[in-house]
C-alpha cells in the first residue's frame, strides 16, 4: 500500500543530509531528524513523540516527490537507520535494474 501526504506539514528542528549515507548528530538515540539520500530516493529517521514507548522510524520517498513509497516502525534508533539504508538501496538497485 502506498500513502501520500503534504510533507510541508513536517518541520524538523536540525536537517541532516548526507550523500549515499547517514549523519548521526550526537548520541544514537539522538531524536533530530536524519537524512539518507542514494540516488533517486531519500529516507527520513525520525523519533517518534510516544513518551511512555520510545520508537523511531523512516519515510522512504523519491527525490523531489511528496509521495510515500515506504515507512516503517522501529524499537530503536540504530534498527530505523538499518532499515531505512536497506530500503534506499533496494529502491535504487530496483530502479538500476528497469
Known sequence: MIFTTNLERFTPKVP???EGGCNVPGSVHDPERTHIQQGDYTAEVLQGNN??????YYVLQRKDSPEILDLAKYNTFDEAIEGAKLAVGRMQQAAAAD
Do not use: D, G, L, S
Open 16 to 18: 541532516q543530509q548526507v
Open 51 to 56: 513518551v511512555a514507548e520510545p520508537f523511531w
